[in-house]
């Protein structure tokens, strides 16, 4: 049986990656989108089903909403030993995204713990939920050219710069639970770490929602995400 320890970055995250080597210090967390390419963000509540080896699947709800002048993308996964949630706020501007505040919380058969980044941490570099949302966009708006590697930097629940390298490799038909769509697909790995790899299948039109999410590593897929449901609030 693996290690319980394990299990928690996949539930906090709902993907299974290990943290990145720092780097130098990256550009400013406003990741910017072409003029006239940027997409426009929708509320969605959506869920999803998680399988992890070696663990007994779990559930994950995720939830873009719109307050006021700003947006909170959270998402909260569990199962019955452990269970865990994020949450990020962040303003959609003209020229990105810029990031207000982030909070996660699990616990593990009855243990646990909660972390934050203020508004102060936050000037440089995205929490993992805005760069998420951000990631989405630059792809569907054509930020990062077909077959073209981009970077971006986000920090980690606890404030740790973490990098991923991306390209996009562009739509495929995804049949789902959910239904049927024209993925737009977006293969990731940190810089360091290649057999890791992560492969988003991105929504075509609603940015920061994932259709499914597969983590590689060492040549074999170690867990999926795959949408379940989706709801979209008149």
């Not at 990741?31 to 959506?46: C, D, H, K, S, V």
């Not at 593990?108 to 805005?130: H, I, K, S």
């Not at 740790?160 to 639970?177: M, Q, T, W």
């Amino acid at each position: 049986m693996p290690d319980l320890r394990r299990l928690l970055p996949a539930l906090l995250l709902c993907l299974p990656l290990a943290p990145a080597a720092a780097e130098a210090p990256g550009p400013a967390q406003r990741l910017t989108i072409q003029a006239g390419e940027a997409i426009t963000p929708r509320p969605f509540a959506a869920r999803y089903r998680l399988e992890v080896e070696g663990w007994p699947g779990a559930d994950v709800a995720h939830r873009l909403t719109r307050e006021g002048d700003h947006w909170q993308s959270r998402m909260d996964a569990g199962i019955r030993i452990a269970h865990g949630n994020e949450r990020s706020r962040f303003r959609v501007e003209e020229d990105g995204v810029r990031a207000l505040h982030y909070a996660s919380g699990y616990t593990l058969l009855g243990v646990g713990n909660t972390y934050r980044l203020e508004a102060d941490a936050l000037t440089t570099l995205p929490d993992r939920q805005t760069a998420l949302f951000s990631l989405s966009r630059r792809a569907l708006g054509g930020d990062c050219a077909a077959g073209e590697t981009c970077r971006i930097r986000y920090l980690d629940h606890k404030g740790r710069e973490e990098v991923l390298d991306f390209r996009v490799l562009g739509p495929e038909p995804l049949s789902l639970p959910a239904g049927t769509f024209e993925a737009l697909t977006v293969e990731a790995s940190e810089p360091d770490e290649p057999d890791r790899r992560l492969v988003f299948r991105f929504h075509p039109t609603l940015p920061g929602l994932l259709l499914a999410v597969d983590y590689h590593r060492g040549g074999e897929r170690r867990s999926r995400l795959a949408l379940s449901e989706l709801s979209l609030p008149e």
